[in-house]
């Protein structure tokens, strides 16, 4: 198969099963070079974008295996979300060099993984993907995609960046509400979603010219109404970033960053848990727990 048809399957096909199809081992010669932007994905009936508001269940209220089923439906529609857009770039960006598309191959491949296992567990809780509107938070930054650059500042440094801070919270409840089936979801993904920021740092920085930081550089990536904020959770673990490869400016300035967009509320709430600022990581995870 060539990576094109590949990409075009997992961004056309309506069916969960067709975005779910993990990518060959082997390649054939792609030979197209000409860019494709396609501007909305194929959605079966239960899986189309809506515009309502659904909120993410607060993390007082993750004691109730609905409210944690609902939780994970918001996570799931995110790696869906994931798997689309990394194929996206393959189309978009036939050019990008070699290295940077195998790492989106790779990085759908994990996506896709991801998925299943938000899925499976909020089966336990009797949550199905659609049962609540499926938001198009990352599919409305398209206009936001010039460049590959622009492409990873938005979906890795910024929404994959700030999965790394909330990752963390959410394990951490789930500990906290005693689900360490789900706790330990979380931190697998952590895991792969740091090598996913990597991903995005290296496709990132190879473009910062002379003159600029890579804070810098960032911020003449994205645009209004995107900002930085979009980049951290509400609670923001630094070390993450430095596991991710960023710099020490780069982290300070997105830790310092605030604008009239940056919540208190979920804040206030966070702070009720003690969660402290250690980090959860796989090595903690004994044997018996999840596979993918
Ligand atoms: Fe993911
Ligand atoms: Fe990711």
Redesign the pocket.
């Known amino acids: 198969m060539k990576i094109a048809d590949y990409a075009k399957h997992l961004l056309l096909a309506p069916n969960l099963e067709d975005k779910l199809v993990p990518p060959p081992k082997h390649w054939e010669e792609d030979g197209e070079t000409k860019s494709l932007r396609i501007e909305k994905p194929g959605r079966s009936l239960h899986l189309q974008f809506s515009d309502k508001k659904v909120k993410i269940p607060r993390l007082e209220h993750l004691n109730s295996e609905s409210n944690r089923g609902l939780t994970l439906h918001h996570f799931a529609n995110h790696e869906l979300m994931?798997i689309e857009l990394f194929a996206w770039a393959l189309l978009a960006f036939p050019d990008a060099p070699k290295s940077i598309r195998n790492g989106w191959i790779k990085?759908i491949e994990?996506?896709q993984v991801?998925f299943r296992m938000y899925l499976n567990r909020m089966n336990d809780f009797g949550v199905q993907i659609g049962d609540i509107p499926l938001n198009y938070i990352f599919w409305k930054q398209l206009g936001q995609f010039q460049t590959l650059e622009s492409f990873s500042a938005v979906m890795s440094l910024s929404f994959?960046g700030a999965?790394l801070d909330y990752s963390q919270v959410y394990a951490k409840v789930f500990s906290f509400f005693d689900d360490h089936i789900t706790s330990d979801i979380m931190v697998y993904i952590f895991e792969?979603?740091i090598k996913?920021v990597k991903r995005g740092v290296r496709a990132f920085e190879k473009s910062i010219p002379n003159e600029k930081n890579s804070w810098e550089h960032y911020l003449s990536l994205i645009h209004f109404p995107f900002t930085p904020r979009r980049a951290k959770g509400y609670l923001f673990f630094p070390e993450t970033r430095y596991l991710a490869g960023l710099d020490a400016n780069f982290v300070k300035q997105l830790a310092d960053y605030e604008d009239e967009y940056t919540g208190r509320v979920n804040l206030e709430s966070v702070k009720k848990f003690g969660l402290g600022s250690e980090l959860m990581r796989k090595n903690r995870l004994d044997s018996h727990s999840i596979q993918p």
Do not use: G, R, V
């Open positions: 994931a990085t994990e996506e991801h994959e999965n792969d979603e996913h």
